[in-house]
């Protein structure tokens, strides 16, 4: 097997052994309380005055968490189709829209941080995703070691925060055993670094979207996987193994698995990629 | 529906599904050539094809019935096996075109052969079934093993003349429809006319005529030019069963569209299109993909069309578009499992559903290897499983139930404790009598109704 796949699959089992399915079994079951207490008729009115009906239910995130989340959750789904041997056009379509639906509903909430103040009906997808990033970024510096993964930034957040805190820091300390980990796994690697990455990862995605070619949709896996089969031939077959590995951790999922680690593996892998093919080469 | 009526209704009793035939390897550790991925009964019922991951197809026939035994209805055995597709790999856009088999589709029997349509990511096959159970014997340049004979030992001639021999099945490929589609093939569907065929993938639907095989119509492209604007597929499509000119194709967006091929070369006009407007009440992030139809089928009658979705089974009459004439629950009981349910990738799963021969009944899978019914007349429904410990043969299969909470009777399952890793996707309905199919992973079950296998 070569170097670098073996590199890989050591840090992925890493990764994996380092987060535990109960973690992502909490979050998800959190997840799936906010969706059914009846929050779907208030939060998508776009009301946000759900908090104070929430008063009485400390272990549920605000509905700014709980849609932050499944952004997340469908940004990560987007680019591990980079690891399938064929994306499934239907799925991505599906999980490209619920993105759509998500960042369409931050904007008018005004949630969402606009550089360009344009009212268009459809502002650019990336620069979207890049004020993401950049607000979270800038958003964990202010929290100290309060660093969730899943953190949101929105500017009623801050001015509620008087409100606000107090039930997310009581939601965060029961979810604070999962992120925690999380939050090491993103400082295990230099985090500027990993977010880079995760950025050039979702850029590709949408730039791709936005390409004129016929199969831009395969495409969109096709630049990372390019530098794979150029190293060795030998590799697209321990890459399709590799793959297949990858699937089947994902598949056996009755109960949810944190897909954090996964896009932390992706951006090792390129890590990897970089270092393993500067060894080579010199 | 496996409670007879007593004093209820006259008219056909409510039927006793109990198993009848299973075939698979019962090992906890499947290998995944050997899932199941597609199940078709022919025409007549006599023959039953199954697909899987591994590139191959099964045919099973059913032995006639014996006389000595009226009640113990034919056994499908083993017909024919063979390779229908292999990986294969892409080398312009460096992916794996995989070898499962999506769909397979039997053609209308005009002669002694049979012939069906199987079809993976790319590539259609046809295939023609011949039986051989009588060989030539008595040549005169030949002997036995085939060799030339010395014609100095040839002293008189001989008639060849047939002889029996033990029956051969023959399986060959005589036809290919390659190169016909960039996006991954969905569905096929056989026309009325018995001369054509469609396919369709996610983003276009190809007209073949089954004799040739370099060229094929296009007559659905939903493609736009901008990649980036793509925010709907096809997911099913469908001829009409009756109507040469006219087929249905469903979208992602829960929406389904009945074309005239009579009305322009390129169907992207569709003739009528059947949308239900979204329940504000339900509205969630994940409505759009619970909407997604992920089956079509027309009635046998032509006048309804049956969709499934993820949460329910939806009956449409062609006249009428402005909603489903009849909608059926198939699990609303995982609506409050959305979120966990789209973080592993379950909410993406493609349940088949089916008609009866008199369409007077459909059936769709579910999760636990539970499979469901729905009587349309009597509005009653039931929840059986397939699954080796449920199932004792001839034993009449006891209804299942799932308690969301509540009271709990004795033998019912909560909802946390549903195996979503353990699907009914494929299930299929013999086209006259009551007898189902139902692929459960590895494994096909067969199940007959016990006392009526004639339908009224």
């Known amino acids: 097997m070569s170097r670098k796949v073996e590199l890989s699959l050591l840090l992925y089992g890493l990764l994996l052994s380092s987060m535990g399915e109960e973690e992502g079994l909490h979050q998800t079951q959190f997840l799936d309380t906010m969706f059914v207490r009846g929050l779907k008729r208030k939060c998508f009115d776009g009301e946000e005055d759900i908090e104070g009906t929430l008063a009485g239910i400390k272990a549920i995130p605000s509905y700014n968490l709980q849609r932050q989340s499944l952004l997340d959750m469908s940004l990560v789904k987007l680019q591990l189709c980079h690891m399938l041997v064929e994306p499934n056009l239907c799925r991505s379509v599906l999980i490209a829209n619920t993105v759509r639906q998500i960042q369409e509903e931050m904007t008018q909430d005004g949630t969402w941080q606009m550089i360009n103040t344009q009212s268009t009906g459809q502002a650019s997808l990336d620069r979207l995703v890049s004020t993401d990033i950049l607000c979270r970024s800038s958003r964990d510096q202010a929290e100290g070691k309060h660093v969730p993964a899943y953190g949101t930034f929105n500017k009623d957040f801050e001015s509620d925060q008087a409100q606000d805190s107090s039930e997310t820091m009581s939601t965060a300390s029961s979810v604070q055993a999962p992120r925690n980990l999380q939050s090491n796994v993103w400082e295990m690697e230099n985090p500027q670094e990993n977010k880079g990455n995760f950025q050039k990862s979702l850029d590709q995605i949408f730039e791709t979207l936005e390409n004129k070619s016929p199969n831009s949709v395969e495409d969109l896996f096709s630049e990372v996987d390019n530098s794979y089969y150029d190293l060795d031939t030998m590799l697209t077959g321990m890459m399709s193994n590799t793959k297949m590995g990858h699937c089947d951790n994902l598949e056996t999922f009755s109960t949810p698995t944190n897909t954090a680690s996964n896009s932390n593996c992706k951006s090792d892998l390129n890590d990897l990629d970089h270092i393993v093919e500067i060894l080579v080469e010199s | ?456």
């Open chain 2, 1 to 456: 529906m496996s409670h007879k009526q007593a004093g209820g209704p006259p008219g056909e009793s409510a039927a006793d599904w109990c198993l009848y035939q299973l075939n698979g390897a019962a090992e906890l550790e499947v290998s995944e050539a050997d899932i199941i991925s597609t199940v078709e009964f022919n025409h007549t019922g006599e023959l039953l094809a199954t697909g899987d991951k591994g590139g191959r197809v099964v045919i099973f026939q059913r032995e006639p019935e014996s006389k000595n035994e009226p009640y113990n209805q034919g056994e499908y055995n083993v017909y024919s096996t063979f390779q229908s597709h292999e990986p294969e790999f892409d080398y312009l856009k460096s992916l794996e075109i995989e070898e499962k088999i999506n769909k397979i589709k039997w053609l209308p029997q005009q002669n002694a052969a049979h012939s069906l349509l199987s079809t993976n990511d790319k590539t259609i096959k046809l295939w023609k079934i011949t039986e051989r159970d009588k060989r030539p014997e008595g040549y005169n340049l030949k002997d036995e093993e085939g060799k030339l004979k010395d014609l100095s030992t040839v002293t008189s001639l001989q008639v060849p003349v047939l002889k029996p021999m033990d029956l051969m099945v023959e399986v060959t490929p005589r036809r290919i429809f390659a190169n016909g589609h960039t996006y991954h093939v969905n569905s096929i569907s056989v026309n009325s006319d018995c001369e054509t065929y469609m396919s369709a993938d996610d983003l276009r639907i190809n007209l073949w005529h089954l004799a040739i095989t370099d060229r094929s119509f296009n007559i659905v492209d939903i493609k736009p030019a901008n990649m980036e604007d793509l925010t709907e597929v096809i997911t099913a499509s469908e001829f009409h069963p009756h109507h040469c000119n006219l087929f249905v194709y469903s979208s992602s967006k829960g929406s389904l569209r009945l074309c005239d091929m009579r009305a322009s070369a390129l169907c992207d006009k569709h003739s009528k299109l059947y949308e239900e407007p979204e329940d504000p009440s339900n509205r969630s992030f994940f409505s759009e993909i619970i909407s997604s139809v992920s089956d079509v089928k027309f009635s046998h009658s032509g006048r309804y069309m049956l969709t499934r979705d993820y949460l329910t089974v939806k009956v449409w009459d062609l006249n009428m578009e402005t909603k489903p004439v009849e909608t059926y629950q198939v699990h609303d009981y995982l609506r409050s499992k959305l979120c966990s349910l789209y973080e592993n990738d379950c909410i993406f799963d493609k349940f088949e559903c089916a008609w009866n021969g008199s369409d007077s009944v459909i059936m769709t899978g579910a999760y636990n290897n539970f499979f469901r019914m729905f009587d349309r007349n009597t509005k009653r429904d039931v929840t059986l499983e397939a699954s080796r410990e449920s199932s004792k043969p001839r034993a009449i299969l006891k209804p299942r139930r799932v308690c969301v909470g509540g009271k709990r009777r004795k033998d019912d399952i909560s909802v946390d404790s549903l195996d979503f890793t353990k699907k009914i996707l494929h299930t299929a309905w013999h086209p006259t009598e009551n007898i189902i199919a139902i692929a459960a992973t590895n494994n096909l079950y067969i199940f007959q109704d016990k006392v009526n296998s004639e339908m009224h």
